[in-house]
């Protein structure tokens, strides 16, 4: 309240951004009458206070509405912000969009009463319909603080931000593998309505995930003149999780689908069975998982299934099924030991080498290529996959066949006694399942080892490129550069750089290399001088070793256009529900944004300095959302941006 001299009058001046002020009067020394003379200045009066307090109302929350009456008081009431003079770098969207435009950097109010309005067409997408629903009460109730304040630049408008309006070109689009997924995201200066428009539902979702990370405090604040354009680099951007070796709960799966929501990726890739387990209850075959699984309470139904395939529709995630065949099937034998061979077998032969053993690890056993029977149950397992799982790509594994375990059965070494080789008895196992899987109008994904194996490998005329699609794993690059020059697809999780499991240490027993007190032995690093300590990939992949890795160095554009994407894997030795969010975030996050918009600034320089600040918001902000993300740094590093870094510059 300031006293104009002048004027003799008490003005009582609200100021945002440009000035705008709101002015009561009260004039000294008049004497009114009841009369038109007195009603005018009364009623300007009452109507300007009720504007100003329905003002204060709005912007301060009525439980601390007298304790604020500046833009540096609302900037204290409203806590961090993300919101930075100008430089759009400092929006904390996770993923980085590809474009994203914010000349005059201003934020204003979320109304309470926000509603994200869809055509009537729109309102009864079964899907679309409830990421909006999930959305809105997000964006509303997250009020989430970000842990660095950069400065704050707020403007005070009458109206609050009131609707988010959708569209959506097609609704029809199934969440197929390069269906279209952009997004163009308009946030005003000024009026009541963001814009938020798509080809697809799917693209829909991922713009409505931009919006909720532009909307932080409590209340609500949300960016306005912001305007963004965004879509994926790669088409296939995945988690692939190990539920045999260790048992994941359906909370447990449906948690990282909504984690991999949240950061954009798109593909669940479950591999569901191995040597380990057979969770899976199939209709035709019930006794795999009753004899091949853990135990009852270890089991994944068909409501199961179901309920996890539906969770991913509702979160623009792909559930891809792996039942990994002809190897890693020794908990088949459970409940057909017939088409098994070296099964329940000691894993590798005592005083041989590498070449001998049965497994790649402890349990063993690979489906009998030679049997007919094999194909009569294999056949029965694809019917039911194909039922439960609408994905219309399905993972057949194929890889880590091992000679050794193949040789341990008498009717392959008949067979081989009698000129056969391992490669033809793997080329008749694909013969006879590939064009049945085709048939179930499905794409096939094996893992590389079935066309680059040194020993155990069917020849490219049994792998037509356009039914199939290769997995690699090894050797980085160099495999990624073999596969797209044979005419491939790709999709890369080299171990190098995406295996989240690495650089663990080793899961196998009674291993005497740990004992050694003083030094490993002569020639054979294992606990010093850069040894792996029992981790066949170590080291531990970083979040920027994983940001990094440019999946197409040295391919040409033809070859580049082969490469689809990649997913990291957590391959689950030692892993369980227990340590399955650390394991995976923020790591994959990383991959995450690396596939979506790039490691690279617009300069083409690599992010990660700058991207690391950005990720540790994100992580976060992922815990306040219940996913137990690991820590990248100490809290001191993230309150003090850059004093951590190895580099100065």
Not at 313 to 341: F, K, N, Q
Not at 372 to 395: G, I, M, Q, R, S
Not at 511 to 528: H, I, K, L, V
Not at 630 to 640: A, K, M, S
């Amino acid at each position: 309240m300031k006293y104009h001299k002048t004027t003799g009058t008490k003005r009582l001046t609200i100021s945002g951004r440009g000035g705008c002020c709101w002015e009561v009067m009260k004039m000294k020394g008049l004497n009114y009458r009841f009369s038109y003379y007195f009603l005018l200045p009364t009623a300007l009066i009452l109507g300007v206070t009720w504007i100003f307090l329905s003002i204060r109302t709005i912007f301060l929350d009525l439980e601390s509405a007298s304790s604020c009456s500046s833009l540096d008081c609302l900037g204290r009431r409203f806590g961090p912000s993300i919101f930075g003079q100008g430089d759009a770098s400092l929006i904390n969207v996770w993923p980085k969009p590809r474009t994203i435009s914010w000349p005059d950097p201003l934020a204003t109010i979320l109304s309470p009463s926000f509603r994200i309005v869809v055509s009537p067409r729109l309102k009864n997408h079964r899907y679309l319909s409830a990421a909006v629903a999930r959305y809105r009460r997000l964006i509303l109730t997250e009020h989430h603080n970000p842990i660095v304040s950069p400065v704050v630049n707020l403007t005070i408008t009458i109206f609050p931000l009131l609707f988010l309006t959708l569209t959506v070109a097609d609704q029809l689009a199934p969440l197929h593998h390069g269906v279209d997924e952009s997004y163009t995201l308009s946030i005003p200066t000024v009026g009541s309505s963001a814009n938020l428009t798509a080809k697809t539902v799917w693209g829909a979702m991922r713009g409505l995930e931009t919006f909720s990370q532009l909307v932080w405090g409590d209340p609500p604040l949300v960016a306005r003149g912001l305007d963004v354009w965004d879509a994926p680099m790669f088409g296939h951007r995945g988690v692939m999780l190990d539920t045999s070796r260790n048992y994941y709960g359906v909370e447990d799966i449906v948690r990282t689908i909504q984690a991999m929501s949240a950061n954009k990726l798109n593909v669940f890739h479950w591999h569901i069975t191995d040597s380990h387990s057979f969770p899976l209850v199939l209709p035709s075959e019930p006794e795999l998982a009753r004899k091949g699984s853990y135990g009852k309470k270890m089991q994944y139904s068909p409501e199961d299934v179901n309920r996890i395939v539906e969770f991913g529709l509702e979160h623009g995630v792909r559930v891809l099924p792996e039942i990994d065949t002809p190897g890693h099937t020794g908990s088949w034998a459970e409940a057909y030991p017939e088409i098994i061979t070296c099964a329940n077998m000691f894993w590798r032969s005592m005083g041989t080498g590498s070449a001998d053993r049965l497994a790649a690890e402890p349990g063993t056993g690979q489906l009998n290529p030679l049997k007919p029977k094999t194909y009569e149950v294999l056949k029965n397992v694809l019917d039911d996959v194909a039922a439960l799982y609408p994905e219309p790509f399905y993972h057949a594994g194929a890889d880590e066949v091992i000679p050794g375990c193949w040789k341990a059965d008498a009717s392959i070494q008949n067979f081989l006694y009698n000129g056969g080789t391992l490669s033809q008895l793997l080329e008749t196992f694909i013969n006879s399942t590939l064009p049945y899987i085709l048939s179930l109008n499905r794409t096939v994904v094996y893992w590389e080892d079935v066309l680059l194996d040194d020993v155990v490998k069917v020849d490219p005329s049994y792998l037509p490129p356009d039914k199939v699609i290769l997995q690699t794993w090894n050797n980085g690059l160099n495999n990624i550069n073999r596969i797209v020059s044979a005419g491939y697809r790709v999709i890369v999780s080299s171990s190098d750089f995406y295996y989240l499991d690495c650089g663990h240490g080793g899961f196998v027993g009674n291993d005497s290399r740990y004992d050694r007190q003083t030094g490993d032995d002569p020639g054979q690093p294992f606990n010093y001088n850069g040894g792996n300590g029992g981790s066949w990939c170590a080291p531990f992949k970083t979040w920027q070793r994983i940001y990094d890795y440019d999946i197409t160095y040295g391919l040409n554009e033809k070859q580049a256009e082969l490469v689809i994407g990649g997913e990291v894997a957590l391959w689950s030795e030692q892993a369980d529900p227990t340590v399955l969010d650390a394991m995976i975030w923020p790591r994959a996050s990383a991959m995450a944004e690396s596939m979506w918009s790039g490691n690279r600034d617009e300069t083409g320089k690599k992010r990660y300095a700058e991207a690391t600040n950005r990720l540790n918001e994100w992580r976060y902000r992922m815990v306040s959302r219940g996913i137990g993300a690991e820590p990248l740094q100490p809290l001191w590093c993230i309150t003090h941006p850059g004093m951590c870094n190895l580099e100065s510059g």
